[in-house]
């Protein structure tokens, strides 16, 4: 089961674009714009981890930090912040905060320190899967490589291009290859909310994604018949019926 993060950051810019980072990335997010709202959510539904902004307006991250502390709950604290002296990071950590990311920050690395935290807390297994990345910050999976920041995928040697949704639909594949999405989560994941059972969008995007990986001609095994002779490639994106979809190399 994926986790629960409640993130709070006011800046509306980083605040969606770290939600979308964290919910492709496995984790089921809800955001918030301040500390009041980080309370009211805390205490409504506690999640298995926190990201806290420290600079926001009414209730800063710290003093959300200690309320929650003071209260006994010892639920991981990751803290963003724009302050980089010592005294300052010694004040978040003494707040009760578990560690912390200064801004401006590369999300892998958001990624690693939350892993680090759940780690810390719960079994290895109830963390995200971290999918195989390579030392230029690609993600690797299925034969396929991709790369978050430039917004490039490639099978074997092939360079592919893909639409702006397609992309992130096959990113959210790639991040959990192996995992069976089903119907619901993509949706919400992709578009933000579900078109309803009768929508044929997703099964629509999956179609283009799956002519574009399975060009007949890329390197591969056996698979659909090729054209003029092209050798044929394995189909990576499957099917599991009456459910969702699946990203494997069988």
């Given amino acids: 089961m994926p986790h629960n993060l409640l993130l709070a950051e006011d800046d509306r810019a980083i605040r969606h674009a770290l939600e979308r980072a964290l919910s492709l ?4 997010v809800t955001a918030v714009a301040d500390g009041v709202q980080a309370l009211a959510q805390a205490h409504r539904t506690p999640p298995d981890v926190l990201v806290l902004d420290v600079m926001m307006p009414g209730i800063d991250g710290l003093q959300v930090c200690r309320v929650l502390r003071a209260e006994g709950n010892r639920t991981p604290i990751l803290m963003l912040t724009a302050l980089v002296e010592t005294a300052d990071r010694i004040a978040g950590l003494d707040a009760g905060a578990d560690d912390y990311v200064v801004k401006p920050f590369d999300v892998e690395e958001v990624f690693a320190r939350l892993r680090a935290l759940l780690r810390r807390t719960g079994a290895p297994d109830d963390v995200p899967s971290e999918p195989q990345r390579t030392p230029d910050g690609q993600i690797a ?39 069976v999405l089903d119907h619901t989560t993509i949706y919400d994941r992709i578009w933000g909310y579900d ?30 018949a090729g054209a003029a002779g092209a050798p044929a490639v394995p189909s990576l994106i499957h099917t599991v019926r009456g459910v969702g979809y699946v990203l494997r190399e069988d």
């Avoid at 990335?25 to 089921?28: I, S, V």
């Avoid at 291009?161 to 959210?172: A, C, G, K, V």
């Avoid at 009768?198 to 591969?220: H, I, M, Q, T």
């Fill in 195 to 224: 078109f309803g059972p009768g929508s044929k969008n997703l099964a629509v995007y999956v179609g283009y994604l799956r002519r574009k990986l399975d060009e007949p001609g890329a390197a591969g095994g056996t698979g659909a």
């Fill in 25 to 28: 990335e496995g984790y089921e």
């Fill in 141 to 179: 999976a299925a034969g396929l490589r991709l790369d978050p920041q430039a917004r490039r995928v490639w099978r074997g040697a092939r360079e592919i291009e893909l639409t702006r949704t397609e992309f992130d639909l096959l990113e959210l594949l790639v991040r959990n290859a192996g995992i």
